[in-house]
Each structure stands twice: as structure tokens, then as C-alpha cells.
């Protein structure tokens, strides 16, 4: 068997020659790999990387869709980025953007926006169920954040999705109870071809209104809470996670050409380069992870943003987390994860009472605060009067004086003259 000989990570190794490799081969890396300088970007951002960094702090970003876009927009403000999704405004991008997870509940923010087109249904609804509605005044807020982006930062979280069988509109989560009607109310996995023409559709809205603006997708590495298919949530998660991970990639490659569209492996960062990357639920990443997911983007996306040396710093940090949780465990103190729940929901109930009372004792400051202030006015206003009448007692005494000298001289002179 011919073999033919290449280099990785410095290293000479051999690989069968039989078969043409094509004209671009990128390995798989090995544990070695890890300690390169160049890691990240050999292995993991190998084209994906921008030609250059166009992300500035006078950026108009707005970032919704599944948790990467949340993280990323609080990151970003925290860092003094301009995150139109991070101000004041009545968008549902804003109010509820990580949880407008599927392509096509994505799809429609843009259409309503831009194309004034409202579903017929209730599809929108907040994450205790309420209902959203179609307000005119909130799609012109949605207009305006949209026509104001030079980046759209949009993550894709899930393939499942709940749809009315009558007009086939698709649903931002599961219906509410109360709202289910078992005669239309149906659900499904959405196809790879559904979840391409959607990401096509997408760019094409963005880029009619928006010609000019960056495009950044990722996918979210959060799992499945729970399937709604009779198979385990494991395998319904890889199946849901694969759906949109490859439609996104045949999109990409259909789309070479746009230079203003962009990926972000968020994904594959989360899921490949840690071991111990998942809490106790096995659902949320741990800070160190996020972080450096965090990082990655400002490092290669962001102008000045962070140094090379600065992110393998930060990736350094957390792979010798990820190895410390790996050895010692999860720092649960041998709680289960229930209980590791119910203590967090008690500690938010008491950070919450303290905050009330805090605000009831800064409420009482104020009033007592009022009330001195009143007192010094209306002993202001009394000595006012005070000194209004003594200064017209003494105007008085003055004349009455004036008056008497008067009469006395001419007394005197009465009496002088016989």
C-alpha cells in the first residue's frame, strides 16, 4: 500500500496514498493539537474567519434568535458595543428574542416587519404563555431596530416545532394549554429543505431592505429540555441539532459569495473542544465555557477587539477548568439536582424579599427626607412673616419718632415766642 507523507502540529505522519485527497485536507485533531499557538484558528475557525474584523463599537448589532444571540448581546453591551437589541424599544426582538428559536418563527419577525405581514393566527406568545399580538406600534419599533442594523446576529436553536394545520403557520414554542385545539394544533420536525428555504428567505428580506449589512448565523449547542416525539430526548436532540446545523451549512456553501454573511461555530466550540463543558442539568454550559465562547467572537469578529494571545490566554484558563470539573466533579457538594434547584429558587425568593425591602426602607428615607424638607420651608416661610412684620413695626416706630420730634420742636417753639 502507498503511503504519502504529511505534517500536523509539526509532526511528520504518514496516511495511505491510494485514494486523491483533493486540493484542501484539514485533520482532525489529536490532544496534541491543543497546545498549539495556532489551535483555534487551524482547527476550529479555518474558514469561517473574516477577511477582516468589521464589528466596531459604533456598530448597530441587533442579535436575536437562541441563547448565543442573548449571551452575545449582553456581552457585547458590557463592552461597550452598540446592541440596538440592549435599549429601550417595544420589539419582541428585544423582549423575547432568545426565545425565538426555529427558522420559521425567525422568518416571520422579519416579514412582519419589513413586509407589514401579520399571521393569521396567535402564534406569538411570551414565555408564560401570555399572547403577543400584532400591534402596529411594535412592528414599527421592529421596523426601525431592523432598518437601523449594519449586523444581524441570528442563532438557530431548534427543529421542532408546533404548527396550526389550517393555515400551516408555525408557532414561537408549544401552544398554550388553554389555546389547544387537538383538530389543528399539530407537531413535527421541521425538513432540512423547510429550514434551507427559510435561512434563503431570510437572507433575501435582509439583504433587499439591508443590502450592506453583516449576516452572522450560529447554532445554539443547548439540547432539547424535552421531545415531543415518542423517541428519548437524546436522539430527538441530535436528529433536531443535525437538521439545522446541515441546512445552515448547504445555505452557506450556496451563499459563498456574499462576504457580508458569516458563521460563527459557537456549536462546534461548545461540544468539541471541552469535556466537562455541561452543569448539573446537562443542558447549560458553565461560565468559563461561555466566556471563552464570548471571547472568540470579539477576538475574530471585532475591531480592535481582543489579541490572539489574549483568547489562547482565556482558552488556556478554560481547559484546565474543564480538566479540574473533570477530576474532582461538579461543585454540587453531593446535591442532587433537584435539590441543587430548589435551593437557587430560594435564593432568588430572597434576593427578591431583599430587594423589596430595601426599596420599602429607601421609600421611608424619602418620605422622612420630604418631610424635614417641608419643615425647613414652612419655618422659612414663618420667619419670613416674622421679619415682615418686624420690618413694618420698625418702619412704624420710625415714623411715630419722626412724628413726636415734630411735635416737640414745635412745642418748643410755641413757648420761645411770646
Known sequence: MSLFEYVQDGEVKKASGTF?????????????????????????MKGWEPSSKFVTKDTPIVAFGSCFAANISNYLHSRGYNVLTKKDNRAYITRMGDGIVNTSAILQQFEWAWLNKAPEGDLWHGYKAQEFGYEESVRLDTKALLDSAGLFVITLGLSEIWYDEVSGEVFWRAVPKDKYDPSRHKFRVATHAETLANLEAIRSIIRKFRPDAHILFSVSPIPLTATFRPVSCLTADAVSKAIIRGALDEFLRNNDKDECLHYMPSYEAVTRLFNNQWTVDR?????????????????????????????????????????????????????TYSEIRRLRSEEKREKRRQVRIQERINSRAAERQLKIAERKDQVRSKGGIVATVTARIAVGLLALQGALALVFDWTILAVAVP
Open 283 to 335: 443542558r447549560h454550559i458553565h461560565p468559563h465555557v461561555l466566556r471563552f465562547n464570548m471571547q472568540m467572537f470579539e477576538t475574530f469578529f471585532c475591531n480592535p477587539g481582543l489579541t490572539s494571545e489574549q483568547l489562547a490566554e482565556t482558552f488556556r484558563s478554560a481547559t484546565e477548568e474543564d480538566l479540574k470539573i473533570g477530576m474532582n466533579g461538579h461543585e454540587s457538594e453531593g446535591l
Open 20 to 44: 486523491f485527497r483533493g486540493e484542501s485536507t484539514n485533520f482532525h485533531p489529536t490532544n496534541d493539537s491543543f497546545s498549539q499557538p495556532n489551535f483555534l484558528s487551524d482547527y476550529l
